[in-house]
């Protein structure tokens, strides 16, 4: 390992609070770029992270993968990045590149896909990350670092699965959620030509759900909507991560309907409706490398800009304290105030 040495925010064990930590700059493989992080957002999967909740969390723990920074030191076989180019990470920082996912062009699907992340060794609540060169996507030059940030892993999040149903003719999709996720896909949606209804648990939410793009907002805990809204959707994208009302939102869905989850909610479903019905519930992991790239650029095209809240990395604790509150809105990213080319 080299003498030098990086400095980071680390969780010691389960739900404990960050604290500042020092640990020896990796190494780098030939194909590696080391990043000086400026930006990096902070995502409920962090919190889940913290907390272990995927049972594959090692401490000490460095969350942190929605990441803007500049490249400071390159690989011997990197040639696609130099040194100064300002390039976005996301939660995968690598993959094997040679299992049947990776050969098809699916990294996100790696078999090796716990050592992928971005947080292996140390996430980007520090100086600098170490990450494949492939992984690390150069940024139009005009979008804000800190609107990057929040698309390198939520915007990936929604925009890929929406964009793969969206080449069939206009179709009507009810987003779930208006929050960290939902604003986001709520603007995709638009861009991306659907009839969007928002729905959500929060009826104070409207104005702003209406100004990110839907056409529609609906109560959640609103039975007699739901009931009237019965055969209504083609697709339902659930971006909450809490307790939904499955039996009503899936008759919502018309036959052959789709639900998609890019959140984590209990799931609770009566399968004599999703068979008769022929709905399918699918789940979607952030996208391809090829779909990185191409939401970028879609992005940048269609003024898509989530709502951020800056923070200074020292204030790490505090910004995740608002998130496990609910109290974000609808993102944080931490600036780090003290980067270095």
Request: proline share 4%.
């Amino acid at each position: 390992m080299s003498s030098k040495k990086e400095s980071g925010y680390a969780t010691k064990g389960v739900g404990q609070p960050l604290e500042p930590f020092t640990y020896a700059t990796p190494k780098l493989g030939v194909h590696d770029v080391r990043v000086s992080v400026t930006h990096c957002g902070v995502c409920h999967t962090d919190i889940h992270a913290i907390d272990n909740y995927y049972g594959i969390t090692a401490y000490p723990f460095i969350p942190g993968h929605e990441i803007v920074g500049h490249v400071s030191a390159i690989g011997q076989e990197v040639s696609d990045l130099k040194i100064g180019d300002r390039v976005g990470v996301g939660w995968q920082g690598r993959s094997c590149m040679k299992c049947e996912w990776c050969l098809q062009g699916e990294e996100q699907l790696c078999i090796d896909i716990v050592q992928s992340g971005t947080w292996v060794p140390y996430g980007g609540f520090s100086s600098s990350v170490v990450v494949d060169s492939r992984f690390a996507y150069p940024l139009p030059e005009s979008m804000p670092s800190e609107v990057a940030a929040v698309l390198m892993c939520a915007g990936i999040t929604v925009y890929s699965p929406l964009r793969s149903y969206a080449n069939r003719e206009r179709q009507k999709v009810g987003i779930i959620g208006v929050g960290g996720l939902g604003h986001i896909a709520l603007q995709f949606a638009c861009a991306l030509d659907y009839e969007v209804t928002a729905i959500s648990s929060s009826p104070e939410k409207e104005r702003q759900a209406l100004a990110f793009g839907a056409d529609h907002f609906m109560v959640s805990s609103d039975e007699a909507i739901l009931q009237e809204s019965e055969f209504s959707f083609d697709l339902l994208f659930c971006t909450a991560s809490n307790k939904i009302n499955w039996r009503l939102l899936l008759n919502t869905l018309k036959k052959n309907g789709s639900f998609i989850l890019v959140g984590f909610p209990d799931v609770e479903f009566n399968s004599t409706d999703l068979v008769a019905h022929q709905l399918s519930i699918t789940g979607s992991f952030i996208g391809n490398r090829a779909t990185m790239r191409e939401m970028l650029s879609f992005a940048q095209e269609h003024d898509i800009i989530p709502k951020v809240e800056l923070m200074s990395m020292s204030e790490v604790n505090e910004a995740i304290l608002k998130v496990k509150e609910n109290k974000a809105r609808y993102r944080i990213v931490l600036v780090n105030n003290s980067a270095r080319m």
